[in-house]
């Protein structure tokens, strides 16, 4: 979006006049997908059909379809897919020890299929990696809060105890490709320095 200019699309478009093709009646694209985006954090978690959402909206359907395709190019349903996946990201990180069903479930992904799959696509790490890392990371920190003293923070090995295999799966991770956005580097950054860094689109 261009600064200064609240009207603009990604492309740098102006968004405020409607397209001739416009459904009838569709207001501010801008502001349909808002609205949706809001729709989406308070219920990402329970079952959404869409086009029960966009009555809910006091839109048509094809109003909503007409604004996400104008704004984000792609379809309401994925970009709610995208956002659960964001929110399974954070919860596992946050909460490692709270296992991969339950976190699925409260992200609202209980009934999407091959959520592992991607989940990997979408972030370029498998799933169970993921969340063995992220319990790793969680021990590490323990770890150091429990024995502040420096002595305690030096390893002698990669495969002598816990710390070192932690510290050998983050490297191995670190060196795994990736054609994604939401790189490992940014995981890792969020996970072990506890920095907030979040994907760019995660509304509070």
């Given at each position: 979006?261009?600064?200064?200019?609240?009207?603009?699309?990604?492309?740098?478009d102006?968004?405020?006049?409607?397209?001739?093709?416009?459904?009838?009646?569709?207001?501010?694209?801008?502001?349909?997908?808002?609205?949706?985006?809001?729709?989406f954090?308070?219920?990402?978690?329970?079952?959404?059909?869409?086009?029960?959402?966009a009555?809910?909206?006091?839109?048509?359907?094809?109003?909503?379809?007409?604004?996400?395709?104008?704004?984000?190019?792609?379809?309401?349903?994925?970009?709610?897919?995208?956002?659960?996946?964001?929110?399974?990201?954070?919860?596992l990180?946050?909460?490692?020890?709270?296992?991969?069903?339950?976190?699925?479930?409260?992200?609202?992904?209980?009934?999407?299929?091959?959520?592992?799959?991607?989940?990997?696509?979408?972030f370029?790490?498998?799933m169970?990696?993921?969340?063995?890392?992220?319990?790793?990371?969680?021990?590490?920190?323990?770890?150091?809060?429990?024995?502040?003293?420096?002595?305690?923070?030096?390893v002698?090995?990669?495969?002598?105890?816990?710390?070192?295999?932690?510290?050998?799966?983050?490297?191995?991770?670190?060196?795994?490709?990736?054609?994604?956005?939401?790189?490992?580097?940014?995981?890792r950054?969020?996970?072990?320095?506890?920095?907030?860094?979040?994907?760019?689109?995660i509304l509070?």
């Amino acid at each position: 979006m261009i600064p200064g200019c609240e009207t603009c699309g990604p492309a740098g478009d102006d968004v405020s006049q409607l397209d001739r093709s416009a459904p009838s009646g569709c207001g501010s694209p801008l502001q349909v997908v808002a609205d949706a985006l809001h729709y989406f954090g308070q219920h990402f978690g329970e079952p959404i059909q869409i086009p029960t959402m966009a009555e809910s909206l006091g839109i048509s359907l094809d109003c909503l379809n007409f604004s996400f395709d104008r704004i984000r190019k792609v379809a309401p349903v994925q970009v709610l897919l995208q956002y659960r996946l964001n929110k399974l990201f954070v919860a596992l990180t946050d909460q490692p020890r709270q296992g991969l069903g339950r976190a699925i479930r409260a992200c609202g992904l209980a009934e999407t299929t091959g959520v592992l799959a991607q989940f990997e696509q979408e972030f370029g790490i498998a799933m169970p990696l993921f969340l063995l890392t992220c319990r790793r990371a969680a021990d590490d920190r323990l770890f150091r809060l429990q024995h502040p003293e420096a002595e305690a923070l030096v390893v002698s090995g990669a495969g002598g105890n816990a710390q070192g295999q932690a510290l050998a799966a983050t490297e191995d991770l670190r060196r795994r490709p990736s054609g994604s956005i939401h790189s490992f580097s940014n995981w890792r950054c969020r996970s072990l320095c506890r920095e907030t860094l979040q994907p760019s689109w995660i509304l509070p």
